[in-house]
Structure formats: structure tokens, C-alpha cells
């Protein structure tokens, strides 16, 4: 007979995995209907607006939402386009750009965020009580922390 840890840990890999793809998922049925943003632009204005001065140099924004540098410039893009975001010449150094929250940016972020608020609370925390709140948060908080500081040591991927 195995283990209990040996039973049930791809039990709980296979929990966190496609439970997380699902919520996901429907999170991003549910902001698309409600907002006319997906969570990667969601994400994008929110990282942003938390950044010192609402601007991020573009690498490092890539590496705070695991986005490759590719990705990130298209959707960037695509943001500019649609007048949320701007790109400009990095302050720290003018070499680099860096993405920009532009006013209207802030405002649709300020529509989004209750409404994400709202389908969080729906779909996930409202079913949790105080014990898993502090499991998850002891497990996925030095997580991220741990690959957001990998993510800053890995060598820049070849363009």
C-alpha cells in the first residue's frame, strides 16, 4: 500500500491543474461578457496601476505577468490601440520603453475591477473559509514570489 502522500499528491496536482484552468476559463467568459476586456488586459492595467508613477519598463512587465516579450508587445499593441495603455521612452535610462497607464486606462480599469471582485468572490472565494484562505496563501505566496525571482534572474530569451 502506498503512502498517503504518494496517493495524494497527483490527486491534488490534478485539483490545483484543471480546477485552475477552469476557473480560468469561466473568469474570462465572465469579464469578456461583462467589461469587454480579457484577464491578460485586465492583468496588463492592473499591474500597471499598482507600478510606481503607473509605468512599468517593458521587460519587466513581461516578467511580472510570465508573459514572453513577444506577447507582451502585441498585446501592449493592441491596448495602445484601443488608447489604455501607452509606450514610452523608458525614464530610468531612454534605451528601454517602457508601457504607460493612460487616463482611460485607469478609468476601464476602475469599471473592471469590481466586476472581476465580484466573479473572484462568486466562483471562488466565497466558497472558502478562513483555514484554506491561509493554506492557499501559505502554498502560493512564496510560490510566486520564489518564480517572480527566478523569472528576474533568467537570462533575456534570444529575439
Known sequence: MSAPSERLAPRAWRGY??????????????MKTAT????????????????????????????????????????????????????????????????????????RLRTARPVHARHVEELFLGGLDDEALAVLDR??????SRLLDDCRDAPEPPR
Open 139 to 144: 502554498v502560493f505566496g512564496p510560490l510566486r
Open 36 to 107: 469587454g476586456l480579457d484577464l491578460g488586459d485586465f492583468n496588463v492595467l492592473l499591474v500597471l496601476s499598482e507600478a510606481e508613477g503607473c509605468r512599468m519598463r517593458m521587460g519587466d512587465l513581461a516578467r511580472q505577468l510570465a508573459f514572453a516579450p513577444g506577447r507582451l508587445t502585441y498585446r501592449i499593441g493592441a491596448l495602445e490601440r484601443d488608447g489604455l495603455v501607452a509606450r514610452e521612452a523608458s525614464a530610468a535610462d531612454r534605451r528601454g520603453t517602457d508601457a504607460v497607464l493612460t487616463g482611460a486606462g485607469r478609468t
Open 17 to 30: 491543474f484543471e480546477g485552475s484552468r477552469l476557473l480560468e476559463n469561466e473568469l474570462e467568459r465572465r
